[in-house]
């Protein structure tokens, strides 16, 4: 890949202002980026600008504008498991589109150009009124509005697509919101208060795509859509408006107990014509344990705390609906299924415990946050995968059944040195999760089953790993769930005499499988095989093992895992691999300006390095374990290794001038 | 205290009346709703729907179907076959889930525009063009499953023997036939009985299958017309035939190559091109073939000559092997060799066993390409028919298994469905 990585620089200014006249105060923040990526044709600009202003009308009054307008443009080499992928070429060469892995001929693929834009704009205003001290009321009305365009061109020649092709997507999304909520402070005597809330919110949602595509170029040159032969309009749209209220109430008894009892009723004209308005109680409570008479100084600060609620989450607005689905063919309009539709789809309803504590010890040179949560999802909405035979070849989004999900997230910090000159910072967190499918309501599915995490992953397990003979596979194992199930996160922040603070950050992320699409594909189509496999390659050279049967004399030097995975037949649905990883995510220095510039309050100088070490789990064949397909919804947990560059390691030197 | 409530709900009343004021719709442009489709000025467009959900069947099972019938080789990276290397190891096999998804679906559209079209219009639905060609392709669409797959599965039930599609596609080209023929659509008819002739050779009722293909003219043929808005609706012999963006297949190493050097036969054309010597793959010799010349080129779907094929089985199961090999012959005939202008050779046969290598040779010639190869495959290895033909002895299955997809969704199969075997297979 050398000829199309490269290093890559990148340059961040920033400016912020903040002050204010009489009853007006004002905050603006502005930012210019422009970097290079690490792939050959990467670059990208951003601009950003964000205000705020609030004004105090009157003694009872006050009214706050926020503002952020964003404008981000980059230009991408072809990447991805694409045909024009530069890295799909070269990871394949020879035996690619080509049919070369020379610099000149895969530096044709570089011909195709897309560059996009994105903008985004969000804007609120707030009106807060006060008429008594123990009532308070706040109106906000908030617009946000992103925008993308792409533009796509293939130029006349280019090595994929001969005749050329221009592709040019629109992507509007619109959202207008509304809220209100009132408190209202009521006092009982010196030692009872309550706090009662009662709010809405209304959203209006609208999103559009429009997509053309023109194929078939008059020749070389600058030409736009209008110039190809065939073109092609894709447009979709949606709005959707939604609802919903809510009623609190806290209590306070001597500001050591608290509880809190709410409702809050969800409606959307999703959710079928059998459910309408959702109701979703929550009730908290916590108990400052350290203000008991009881309690010895010498123990610190703790509160306990405890809540139970319920929350929900609906299908999308038109997944109740069957659907079929327009398309342009032979000259004619043609209907093909699209969605199935269940007019009984209804939200899942999710019930939470959570019990922890919040504490403060040593004299605060000790914190602890701890919480247990445990989640019951009734109602669970799933992507169901229905029979071809029936028609409809998506899935279909199902009320199917129940599942949990319980985990713990501890985070604790020590201040090891607390002297004047120098200070030691020690932090870590550590969250597990597990969630289990407990009734799939008789539907069958594979990778949602019973008894099993949401999202499993499954496939040809080798039960014979280590063994050195030809594997032995179970067909439909269950490897375990995609996504992490425990987290370890360490930290530390050293500061040093002269300002100098030095500091690291790493995560642990593991207890997940993950599918290697790319070293898979490489072990079947590349010409030396799949990169993981290096260490049997240097046994038995990747094409002359034929995999399981061979009887290469040199093959009772390799493991069943790896006769497994290692040859160009080798079963998609082995090529499952724990995903266990440590990464040092961030090293940093802080230093003060040695030399203090005339005119400025204080200068920074602050050095990073991201991303320059990493460990991951011996069974793990290739590419960074978090570069991994979308998991977008519970329901559609995907979890795969594809071809895309990982995040690069990078140095930051940053400048912070205070005036 | 009051002054204080008013305070404080003013503002969330003022949102309750937002709220109840406020439509809560929703608009969603773009996806048509089921309804809508019963409307007669939809129903061009349902059986539009059931001519493209055809297209994307056939394409993917003619692809696969031809690599496994031995009809080109693989070349390329698009949707791999790759067999079990194991035989005990037969509840998983890497064939992707298309050509089953897409094929059953195309049956799908089609009996579903049938029974919605029927709905709606009543009487009239006996003499409708429209229904008439729902019919026509419900046929087509079952017939395809009934040659390519193992078994059949129907709205998610148990797996059935595959001759249930056959029965399937005899019932619909019947009422195919009467309500063309009601419609004022002879075309319609015409292909509505090339296609009950060939699904009845299946079901063994050879001399009903004689007697519909002694119906239909020799220059008769009915093909299927692709599109151009997208890849999908591609000839797909063609585009991944093609050398953008695949060179995925090559006639490598299979009969054809050697065939069409030999006899320049036009209906088994393909090409080679010193500039691109090698298939996708580097170790595959590129040798596209050339029936299918462009994206839309269409594929036959019956035809007179098949017919004359269809009747030459007919009698050669009866034992009249002279008869049968007059008949192969008399399509060659009027043939010549393309580069050299000369007649094709005639088969010639001394027995029974010859004429059937005969036959089983010009339906593999005449149908070169149009999902056919592999239904014929297995129909002449059940029946432990003689003679001669493509050697499939490393062939674990003649047809397309019950999709993964399948499988996992419907319990009636689960995934430790066993399909069946080749007799012939010995090991890859």
Not at chain 1, 337 to 350: A, C, I, S, V
Request: hydrophobic share 40%; proline share 6%.
């Amino acid at each position: 890949m050398d000829p199309w990585l490269r290093n890559a620089h990148g340059q961040r200014h920033n400016l912020s202002l903040t002050g204010g006249i009489d009853r007006l105060r004002y905050f603006v923040s502005g930012s210019l980026d422009d970097r290079d990526g690490v792939l050959v044709d990467d670059e990208e600009d951003r601009r950003s600008l964000r205000t705020n202003l609030s004004f105090q009308a009157t003694e009872t009054v006050s009214f706050e504008l926020n503002s952020a307008f964003t404008n981000h443009e980059f230009a991408a080499t072809p990447n991805g498991n694409a045909l024009a992928s530069i890295l799909f070429n070269v990871y394949r060469a020879p035996n690619n589109f080509m049919g070369s892995g020379e610099e000149e001929d895969i530096n044709r693929l570089r011909e195709r150009t897309l560059d996009q834009t994105n903008e985004r704009v969000i804007l609120g205003l707030t009106g807060n009124w006060n008429p008594r001290e123990e009532l308070s009321s706040r109106v906000t009305v908030g617009y946000d509005r992103a925008a993308m365009d792409q533009y796509v061109v293939e130029p006349f020649g280019y090595v994929v697509t001969p005749e050329g092709r221009i592709q040019s997507v629109e992507w509007r999304s619109e959202t207008l919101t509304l809220d209100a909520v009132s408190s209202l402070q009521l006092g009982f005597g010196p030692s009872f208060r309550t706090t009662l809330s009662a709010g809405g919110q209304l959203v209006r949602s609208e999103e559009s795509l429009i997509e053309a595509e023109g194929r078939g170029l008059p020749g070389p040159g600058l030409h736009t859509l209008s110039s190809t032969a065939q073109r092609f309009v894709e447009e979709e749209g949606e709005r959707v408006n939604t609802g919903g209220f809510f009623v609190q109430s806290l209590f306070n008894f001597l500001d050591r107990y608290f509880l809190t009892a709410g409702l809050r009723v969800d409606g959307n004209s999703a959710f079928g014509e059998d459910f309408g308005l959702q109701p979703y109680p929550k009730l908290s409570a916590s108990y400052v344990v350290s203000d008991e008479p009881f309690w010895p100084d010498a123990f610190g600060q703790m509160k306990l705390r405890a809540a139970y609620g319920f929350a929900g989450r609906a299908p999308g607005a038109f997944d109740a609906v069957r659907t079929w689905g327009a398309n342009s063919f032979a000259g004619q309009t043609a209907f093909l299924p699209q969605n199935l539709g269940n007019p009984d789809l209804g939200p899942e309803r999710t019930g939470e415990l959570e019990v922890g504590f919040d504490g403060s010890f040593l004299n605060d040179r000790l914190t602890a946050d701890f919480t247990y949560y445990h989640q019951k999802t009734s109602d669970a909405l799933f992507n169901v995968a229905r029979s071809p035979t029936l028609g409809f070849t998506r899935s279909q989004l199902e009320n199917v059944g129940e599942l949990t999900n319980q985990g713990i997230e501890l985070a604790l910090n020590l201040g090891v040195v607390r002297g004047r000159a120098v200070t030691w910072d020690v932090g870590g967190t550590l969250s597990t999760n597990r969630s289990e499918i407990t009734d799939m309501g008789g539907i069958v599915n594979y990778t949602l089953v019973e008894g099993q995490p949401a999202g499993v992953l499954r496939g040809a397990k080798v039960t014979n790993p280590n063994a050195f003979e030809d594997p032995e596979y179970e067909i439909d194992a269950f490897f375990g769930p995609s996504t992490p199930t425990r987290t370890i996160g360490v930290n530390t922040s050293l500061q040093l005499p002269r300002g100098l603070i030095l500091s690291a950050r790493g995560e642990y992320q593991g207890g997940h499988y993950v599918t290697d699409f790319s070293s898979r594909l490489i072990a079947q189509r590349g010409p030396i095989g799949a990169v993981g496999c290096d260490h049997v390659y240097e046994v038995i050279p990747w094409s002359e093992y034929k995999g399981p049967g061979d009887t290469h004399p040199k093959l009772d030097q390799v493991r069943a895992q790896d006769r497994a995975l290692c040859y160009r037949r080798a079963r998609s649905d082995a090529w499952t691999t724990p995903a266990d990883f440590f990464k040092l995510r961030e090293i940093t220095a802080q230093l003060p300006s040695p030399v203090n510039i005339p005119g400025t309050g204080s200068t920074f100088v602050t050095a990073s390095v991201r991303n320059i070490w990493r460990w991951t789990n011996s069974d793990f064949y290739s590419f960074d374990p978090e570069v991994i397909g979308s998991r977008t919804q519970i329901s559609s947990l995907s979890s795969s290794a594809t071809d895309q560059i990982p995040p690069p390691a990078s140095v930051t030197l940053s400048v912070r001038v205070t005036f | 205290m009051r002054n204080r409530i008013h305070s404080f709900g003013l503002p969330v009343a003022g949102l309750m009346v937002a709220l109840a004021g406020c439509d809560l719709s929703v608009s969603n442009p773009g996806p048509v709703q089921d309804e809508f489709l019963n409307d007669p000025g939809a129903h061009p467009a349902v059986v539009a729907g059931v001519r493209l959900a055809f297209t994307e069947g056939l394409n993917m099972v003619s692809f696969f179907g031809a690599e496994a019938a031995k009809e080109y080789t693989q070349g390329g990276r698009i949707h791999p076959i790759k067999l079990p290397v194991k035989p005990g190891q037969l509840a998983f096999e890497d064939i992707p889930d298309a050509p089953w998804n897409n094929a059953h679906r195309a049956r799908w559209v089609a009996e579903d525009a049938v029974r919605r079209l029927e709905e709606s219009l009543g009487g009239d639905a006996a003499k409708s063009p429209l229904v008439a060609e729902a019919l026509l392709y419900a046929g087509y669409a079952n017939r395809l499953l009934g040659e390519n797959m193992c078994e059949a599965v129907l709205e998610a039930g148990a797996p059935q023997k595959h001759t249930a599609h056959f029965t399937r596609a005899e019932e619909q080209f019947t009422r195919a036939m009467a309500v063309a023929a009601a419609a004022g659509k002879p075309d319609l008819a015409t292909a509505a009985q090339a296609g009950r002739a060939s699904v009845r050779l299946h079901l063994g009722k050879n001399a009903e299958a004689a007697a519909d293909a002694a119906a239909i003219p020799l220059g008769f043929r009915f093909q299927h017309r692709f599109g151009t808005s997208s890849t999908n609706h591609y000839n797909w012999i063609w585009y991944i035939s093609s050398n953008t963006p695949y060179r995925a297949h090559s006639v490598v190493g299979t009969f054809f190559e050697q065939y069409f050097v030999e006899t320049g036969d036009p209906r088994t054309p393909w090409k080679s091109d010193p500039a691109v010597p090698n298939a996708e793959f580097a170790w595959v010799k590129w040798l596209p073939q050339t029936k299918y010349a462009d994206r839309t080129a269409p594929v036959t779907l019956s035809s007179g000559r098949e017919m004359v094929l269809i009747r030459a089985e007919a009698v050669l199961r009866q034992g009249d092997w002279r008869a049968a090999l007059e008949l192969v012959n008399s399509l060659r005939a009027g043939l010549k060799n393309v580069r050299t202008g000369e007649p094709l050779p005639l088969w010639t046969a001394s027995s029974e066993a010859e004429a059937w290598t005969a036959l089983k040779r010009e339906r593999g010639i005449e149908l070169w390409l149009e999902a056919r190869r592999l239904g014929d495959l297995r129909r002449w290895v059940e029946a432990k028919t003689p003679g001669e033909m493509e050697d499939v002895s490393d062939r674990i299955r003649l047809c397309i298994p019950i999709a993964n997809r399948e499988r996992q969704t419907n319990p009636n199969v689960g995934l430790d469905h066993a399909d069946p075997i080749n007799p012939l297979f010995r090991g890859s």
